[in-house]
């Protein structure tokens, strides 16, 4: 049986990843991807406690999870879209509109 | 008539004022008039009903409900009328309502005419409360609300300065005397814990003997109760060192005048006085206060009259010279006699105070009597009213003014307190002054020739009826009124007075008091009359004396330099540069100050860069996940 620890340094590794990319990649799709990444490393670890808590509660909280991101990412992918049809933008550092 | 319905004596004029404040101004001036004249009128004749019911024996108290009530402190919103009620409701309710009869004449095409009924109306509401209260903080209530009152009239003319400025110093003066009052009434609460007069007067002999420690002195807790609260009666009533406000109270209407000077306001130290007799009479060094400020007073006040030329201020002199003598009364615990003179003084200053305002109403505006001249033919009602109210104020024989200042002259002469000789002395001097000055002002003003153009003199008229019915009335009441004697009326509330002296003494201080005021009009008659030319001689002669007079004793210059100016200074160069403009103007914009900079600092971080917003998301989570771990 594959110990728990592995899937930690899975899930860690995966989620590592994910927000070293959303922080150093300016592109926002692969932007969107790197957030991806994170939620799903963060589903793996909820469902492998589960796994080995004999608890339902991680699995169904996965659930959870999946159909918000799903969500997120239609928005995200809307607003993506939104940006690069009207202002020909498609780099983070180019949207500051915002800014204090 | 049951005593539940007496309260209507306060709600007629209350209604009046609620009446003319919110609707006056929408209806015709006549009908506010109306309302104010017919609201005193309610008052007036149920407030007959009362004094009836307190002659028949009756003395009525009742309670209509609990105003204040905080463990020990209860205090219920009730009226006493006993008889020194009922003496004042009569002053009050009629003086007040002759007045305002009169006012509807005086003050006809005022454009502030519905304001003015309505303050009027709440004036005589507030000294109805002040005199009917059953407890102390009624008293104070009427006290502040009379204070109040008297500001808005003085200042009723506010757009000119020297009225909006006769109207605060009024009330700032009042203020420095009823500061004091509070604190007596403070004091007087924390030592008895009760307000009620009754609790009061019952509680009051334990406190004898008592002293309160005051940094370092032990005082007697009765004489700084009294001390404190005639610091109020000072103030209100204008006596010496706070009498300041009286004379320049002539800004306002002189209907208002006469208001403040005969029913209502100036009165109230005394009634005070006389209501707190069991207090008072605990305590002898409050009462050699009391009737030495009194005497020095009603001196002082009478020789700056001798030699004033504005005809209102004249009579305002008077008043406080007259007040001084309620307070010798007081003052050598003759407190039947004190309000004797207060009521028959009442209808005399009333009646000066008119006729004063009817011959500025003839000579339009005009005050100075040395501008005027003859007036007796043009103006017979005025003419023989105002002898009236200057004979019955110079003390002649079988008039009301004679019957109550020969009972102060004779109870100050034969109290047997060792100031008492004293102050009839100071008294029979003033009786001299009184009765000159007044007579100085009939014999300039309404006799001789007249001073000014030949057509200003076809310009005076006699005033209109409604004028001139409340004149008459009041001359005839000057007469009459001192034929009831009210200090054997007010015997089962202040006491009989202990007399130390005999027959023959009584007849003795009777003649001197009588030689005095006949003297005081010879030498008017002398002067102004026989010899036209002598004042001003006697002005030249005498240039120091007459200076100082003419300048009041240069007291009004000499608080403008040791209280206005400092005060001014001090707020000039410390409240507004330092506590105006650092403190509170700092702390009000200080704050704002204080959020558009962090606002500012905090604007350098957020520079729109998502990233960046994610790496201090990151860095924030981290640090709370230390800070959970280390735990």
């Not at chain 1, 594959?2 to 926002?28: A, C, E, H, M």
């Not at chain 2, 609201?39 to 024996?57: E, L, Q, R, T």
């Not at chain 2, 309670?63 to 009922?86: H, R």
Request: with cysteine.
């Amino acid at each position: 049986m594959i110990p728990l620890n592995w899937y930690l340094i899975l899930s860690s590794t995966l989620f590592t990843i994910g927000l070293v990319g959303f922080i150093v990649r300016k592109d926002l799709i692969v932007m969107l991807m790197c957030l991806e990444i994170m939620f799903n490393a963060v589903n793996i670890s909820f469902a492998s406690f589960s796994y080995y808590n004999a608890s339902l509660t991680g699995q169904i909280f996965v659930l959870f999870s999946i159909a918000v991101a799903a969500c997120e990412t239609a928005i995200g992918l809307a607003i993506v879209l939104a940006l690069v049809r009207n202002m020909r933008i498609n780099h983070s550092d180019e949207i500051t509109n915002l800014r204090g | 008539m049951d005593e539940r319905y007496y309260i209507l004596i306060l709600l007629f004029p209350l209604a009046g004022f609620l009446f003319n404040i919110i609707v006056g101004r929408f209806i015709r001036p006549k009908w506010t008039s109306w309302v104010g004249v017919m609201s005193i009128f309610g008052s007036a004749i149920v407030s007959m009903f009362a004094i009836f019911d307190v002659m028949s024996g009756k003395t009525i108290e009742y309670n209509v409900y609990t105003w204040i009530l905080s463990q020990d402190l209860k205090i219920n919103f009730g009226y006493l009328i006993d008889q020194l009620t009922a003496v004042m409701l009569f002053v009050v309710c009629f003086v007040g309502w002759l007045i305002h009869i009169y006012s509807v004449g005086y003050m006809h095409g005022d454009p502030g005419y519905p304001r003015y009924f309505a303050y009027l109306n709440l004036f005589v509401f507030s000294m109805l409360m002040l005199v009917m209260g059953n407890n102390l903080v009624q008293l104070y209530f009427g006290w502040e609300a009379v204070g109040l009152c008297s500001y808005f009239l003085i200042g009723f003319w506010y757009e000119k300065k020297s009225a909006a400025d006769a109207g605060k110093k009024a009330f700032i003066v009042n203020r420095v005397g009823d500061f004091g009052f509070a604190l007596g009434i403070f004091l007087l609460f924390v030592s008895v814990y009760a307000l009620n007069y009754s609790e009061v007067f019952h509680k009051i002999p334990f406190l004898q003997g008592k002293t309160i420690n005051i940094l370092g002195w032990d005082v007697d807790l009765i004489t700084l109760i009294a001390l404190l609260l005639f610091c109020g009666a000072v103030g209100k009533s204008a006596q010496i060192p706070l009498y300041v406000w009286l004379p320049d109270a002539m800004e306002g209407p002189t209907p208002v005048s006469a208001l403040i000077h005969a029913a209502t306001m100036v009165t109230a130290g005394v009634f005070m006085v006389a209501r707190l007799n069991p207090l008072y009479g605990l305590s002898d060094t409050a009462l050699a206060v009391v009737g030495i400020i009194g005497g020095i007073t009603s001196l002082f006040a009478a020789t700056i009259g001798l030699v004033q030329r504005d005809m209102k201020r004249i009579i305002a002199y008077s008043t406080i010279s007259q007040i001084g003598y309620m307070f010798v009364a007081c003052g050598v615990a003759a407190y039947g006699a004190g309000v004797f003179h207060l009521y028959t003084h009442a209808f005399f200053k009333a009646l000066l105070f008119l006729c004063a305002g009817s011959v500025m109403h003839a000579m339009s505006g005009e005050l100075d009597i040395y501008k005027m001249g003859g007036l007796r033919r043009k103006m017979p009602v005025t003419y023989i009213t105002f002898l009236i109210a200057a004979l019955t104020i110079s003390g002649v024989p079988g008039l009301s003014g004679f019957f109550s200042k020969d009972e102060i002259l004779w109870f100050a002469f034969s109290s047997g307190k060792p100031y008492g000789k004293f102050l009839w002395a100071i008294g029979t001097i003033t009786a001299t002054l009184t009765a000159f000055y007044t007579f100085r002002i009939l014999f300039v003003a309404f006799h001789g020739k007249f001073r000014g153009s030949v057509e200003d003199f076809k310009h005076v008229h006699e005033s209109p009826l409604i004028m001139t019915i409340p004149l008459v009335v009041l001359a005839i009441g000057s007469v009459l009124v001192g034929y009831f004697s009210v200090p054997h009326f007010l015997e089962p509330i202040v006491g009989k007075v202990s007399v130390m002296a005999n027959y023959a003494q009584e007849r003795f201080v009777m003649i001197i008091s009588i030689i005095a005021g006949i003297s005081g009009i010879m030498i008017a008659w002398y002067m102004y009359i026989v010899k036209p030319q002598l004042p001003e001689r006697l002005a030249k002669t005498f240039q120091g004396i007459y200076k100082v007079l003419w300048n009041k004793y240069y007291v009004d210059e000499a608080y403008s330099f040791l209280f206005v100016k400092p005060t001014i200074w001090f707020a000039d160069k410390f409240i507004e540069r330092f506590t105006d403009i650092r403190i509170i103007e700092g702390i009000v914009n200080g704050i704002p100050k204080l959020c558009y900079n962090a606002g500012l600092w905090a604007r350098r971080i957020h520079k729109g860069y998502l990233q960046q917003y994610a790496i201090f998301m990151i860095i924030g989570i981290c640090i709370f996940i230390l800070i959970l771990l280390s735990r």
